[in-house]
């Protein structure tokens, strides 16, 4: 029986080592900003969103993802690239969009921060270099 409890220190040990139950805190993500807008889709994911809707209507009893994201792809990868062509236009104008808003969320959130278009292109150290540098040549 004792070699049966060293073998659980053992153990016990190894799980210590790799790090398993050592009370670690993960660091923590930075918030996101909800008035941020967000991404446009790709022209699968419209292709996509159409292709649900009619799946749905052709096979209303079925109730799982994974069969209808199996059948898009499947129809995605079989398309021509003139049947891509209106989904591909679609996400290109989203994209648009995307960036205007985007720009104008930009400059609103640099409309809220003043600081950092007072403070000149020079960090604070260099500026501070510069200070001691003036000094010593007025003390030569």
């Known amino acids: 029986m004792p070699k049966a409890k060293a073998d659980a220190v053992v153990a016990d040990s190894r799980l210590k080592r790799k790090g398993a139950g ?9 918030a ?3 008035n941020k807008p967000k991404r446009p889709p790709s022209a699968f994911f419209v292709f996509m969103a159409e292709f649900r809707e009619q799946y ?17 792809g499947d129809k995605w990868k079989s ?6 062509a209106p989904y591909v236009a679609k996400a290109e104008k989203k994209k648009e969009e995307y960036d205007r808003s985007i720009l104008a969320y930009n400059r609103k959130l640099e409309g809220n921060n003043p600081s950092e278009e007072d403070e000149s292109d020079k960090s604070k150290s260099e500026v501070h270099d510069e200070d001691e540098d003036e000094e010593e040549e007025d003390d030569e």
Do not use: I, L
Request: aromatic share 0%; proline share 6%.
């Open 79 to 84: 398309m021509s690239d003139a049947e891509k």
């Open 22 to 30: 050592t009370g670690r805190k993960q660091s923590k993500k930075a």
């Open 56 to 72: 749905k209507k052709e096979h209303p009893n079925n109730k799982s993802v994974s069969v209808v994201g199996k059948a898009s």
């Open 32 to 34: 996101k900003d909800p």
